[in-house]
C-alpha cells in the first residue's frame, strides 16, 4: 500500500495555524486497518495528519498530496 504527504494549501494555511504551511506531514489512517477514503455526516472527506507531537485532522481538499518521498511536484486531491 502507498504512503503518502500532505501540506497544507497556501488559501487554508489561516485556519490551521498549528502547521507549518511549507512543511510535508505523514498520511495516517483515520483508524488502524482502514484502506479506504470516507467521509464524515457532513460529507466531508477527512485526513489525519501526524505532527511532531500529535495527530490532526484536516479537510483532505484543503491539502496537497504526494508518495511518501517523491519528488517536490504535488499532486492535489
Do not use: C, S
Not at 10 to 17: A, K, S, T, V
Not at 42 to 58: N, P, S, W
Amino acid at each position: 500500500m502507498a504512503r503518502y504527504e500532505a501540506r497544507i494549501k497556501d488559501q487554508h494555511r489561516r485556519e490551521y495555524p498549528e502547521l507549518k504551511w511549507n512543511a510535508w506531514y505523514e498520511v495516517k489512517p483515520l483508524w488502524p486497518g482502514m484502506r479506504k477514503r470516507t467521509t464524515n455526516l457532513a460529507g466531508e472527506r477527512l485526513t489525519r495528519l501526524k505532527t511532531a507531537h500529535d495527530f490532526i485532522m484536516v479537510r483532505a481538499e484543503h491539502l496537497e498530496f504526494r508518495e511518501l518521498g517523491a519528488p517536490e511536484k504535488a499532486a492535489t486531491a
